[in-house]
């Protein structure tokens, strides 16, 4: 397997916000998208069970079936460490069908910017 040799463009620190935090490692611009992320969506039962968990902070919600009853999905790389910011410097966009969620700069990013995503912006259009 060929080995890239290009630098990657966040990092993961410890953040003034909250543990730790996703940051720029190297200048990023507004509407460059940062990356995408496989997701492992789970079942409904398995989401509830979440919910109780600690990794209930760091699912992605899916969807909303008619019941009302939400999917939780798993994140699989650097953006499960973004925190929440209702000021978020970037946006996310979940995709079911692709089991992805890609992270787009809402801003241009310095490096050693923390990239911040509103969570409560998603859970609106779910909840």
């Keep these: 397997m060929p080995h890239s040799t290009q630098a990657s463009t966040v990092e993961v620190k410890n953040s003034p916000f909250h543990g730790r935090g996703l940051f720029a490692a190297a200048p990023i611009r507004a509407g460059d998208i940062i990356a995408a992320y496989p997701l492992l969506i789970l079942s409904h039962e398995d989401t509830a069970t979440v919910r ?69 912006e998603f859970a609106d259009e779910i909840i």
Aim: charged content about 20%.
């Design 52 to 120: 109780s968990t600690l990794l209930h902070h760091y699912v992605f919600y899916v969807d909303e079936d008619a019941s009302g009853a939400t999917r939780a999905a798993v994140a699989f790389g650097e953006i499960s460490m973004c925190n929440h910011s209702p000021e978020a410097n970037a946006d996310f966009v979940v995709d079911a069908a692709a089991e992805t969620v890609t992270l787009t700069a809402r801003q241009a990013l310095r490096p050693g910017d923390e990239i911040l995503i509103d969570y409560e």
